[in-house]
T-cell receptor, first 110, second 112 residues
C-alpha cells in the first residue's frame, strides 16, 4: 500500500499570489504522479500529470517531481478565487491504481 | 465524449438494505476503477476491471461488496446488508491502460 502525505492545510493565499502544495510518497517504485482538484461536494478533476523528474507547466499550474526525494509539488501562479478547492495528490505504480493523499484545502482571498 | 456517468447521484437507504450503483465509463476506455471517499479523506481504491475482467479487489472490500462489468462496458457495484459505516461517496473512474483516470460525478450513499 502506497502512503501519500500532503502538507496539512488549510492554505490561505491572497488573490494573485502563488500557492505552493507539497506531497511525499513512500513507494520508490511509483511511476506516475497526478494532481486532482476537488470542489466541495464534487468529484476529483484531473489538472496535472507528471511522469519524469523536473518541472511540467500547464497554464498557471506547474508540477515538480523529484523521485530521489520522493517528492511532488504543485504551484498555482496568479491564484484566483476560482482556485479555492481541495487539491489531491495521487500516485500509481505499474498496476495504475491510484493512492491518494488526504488533500490540501486552498482558499484564495479576494 | 460525454465523460464518465454514474447513477444514482444520491442514495439514502436503511441499514440492512441492498443497494446497487452503476457506472458508465468513457467509451473506448478499457479500464474502470471504483473508489470510496469519506469526508476529509482522499479516495480509497476498491476494485478495478480491465475490459470485463476484475483484476484486483482491495482488502477494504468486504464480502458484502460485489462488482461486475459485463461485456466490458458499464459496471455495477452492489453493497448487500448495508451498514452505517458504508456511508460515503462512491466514485468511478475510467482510463485507457497506463493513461490518466477520469472520474465520474460520484454516488453519495447515506445509510440511516
Amino acid at each position: 500500500q502506497k502512503e501519500v502525505e500532503q502538507n496539512s492545510g488549510p492554505l490561505s493565499v491572497p488573490e494573485g499570489a502563488i500557492a505552493s502544495l507539497n506531497c511525499t510518497y513512500s513507494d520508490r517504485g511509483s511511476q506516475s504522479f497526478f494532481w486532482y482538484r476537488q470542489y466541495s461536494g464534487k468529484s476529483p478533476e484531473l489538472i496535472m500529470s507528471i511522469y519524469s523528474n523536473g518541472d511540467k507547466e500547464d497554464g498557471r499550474f506547474t508540477a515538480q517531481l523529484n523521485k530521489a526525494s520522493q517528492y511532488v509539488s504543485l504551484l498555482i501562479r496568479d491564484s484566483q478565487p476560482s482556485d479555492s478547492a481541495t487539491y489531491l495528490c495521487a500516485v500509481s505504480g505499474n498496476d495504475y491504481k491510484l493512492s491518494f493523499g488526504a488533500g490540501t484545502t486552498v482558499t484564495v482571498r479576494a | 465524449d460525454t465523460g464518465v456517468s454514474q447513477n444514482p447521484r444520491h442514495k439514502i437507504t436503511k441499514r440492512g438494505q441492498n443497494v446497487t450503483f452503476r457506472c458508465d465509463p468513457i467509451s473506448e476506455h478499457n479500464r474502470l476503477y471504483w473508489y470510496r471517499q469519506t469526508l476529509g479523506q482522499g479516495p480509497e481504491f476498491l476494485t478495478y476491471f480491465q475490459n470485463e475482467a476484475q483484476l484486483e479487489k482491495s482488502r477494504l472490500l468486504s464480502d458484502r461488496f460485489s462488482a461486475e462489468r459485463p461485456k466490458g462496458s458499464f459496471s455495477t457495484l452492489e453493497i448487500q446488508r448495508t451498514e452505517q459505516g458504508d456511508s460515503a461517496m462512491y466514485l468511478c473512474a475510467s482510463s485507457l491502460v497506463s493513461e490518466e483516470q477520469y472520474f465520474g460525478p460520484g454516488t453519495r450513499l447515506t445509510v440511516t
